[in-house]
């Protein structure tokens, strides 16, 4: 399994429209719907501010892989355009 948290660092007042707009698109439902994907899902920070986390867990480096090359997954990098300023993964591979 590989675990990705991606830190979305938003434009100022930007994080719930951001939030809003992956939603309306569909862009976590597709995301989940993949092969591989074992976990997709958005959190926000309990003091505020303008981030917002995104956890993934995928079965494996194939299934990341076709992952990136999906028409949501470039949706999203379009949309981080108007609404992200930085984005910040860190990627895990569990041992054993």
């Known amino acids: 399994m590989i675990v990705l948290n991606v830190t979305y660092k938003c434009k100022p ?3 719930e429209a951001f939030l809003e707009a992956i939603l309306q698109e569909g862009i976590d439902v597709a995301c989940r719907a993949e092969d591989g994907c074992q976990k997709y899902d958005y959190y926000l920070p309990f003091d505020g501010g303008d ?10 480096a ?7 090359k999906q028409p949501h997954y470039q949706r999203l990098g379009e949309l981080k355009g108007a609404y992200v300023n930085e984005t910040v993964v860190e990627k895990y591979a569990p041992l054993g």
């Open 62 to 68: 194939d299934a990341l892989s076709a992952h990136a």
């Open 51 to 60: 981030e917002l986390l995104l956890v993934e867990h995928w079965r494996d």
């Open 13 to 15: 007042d930007m994080r």
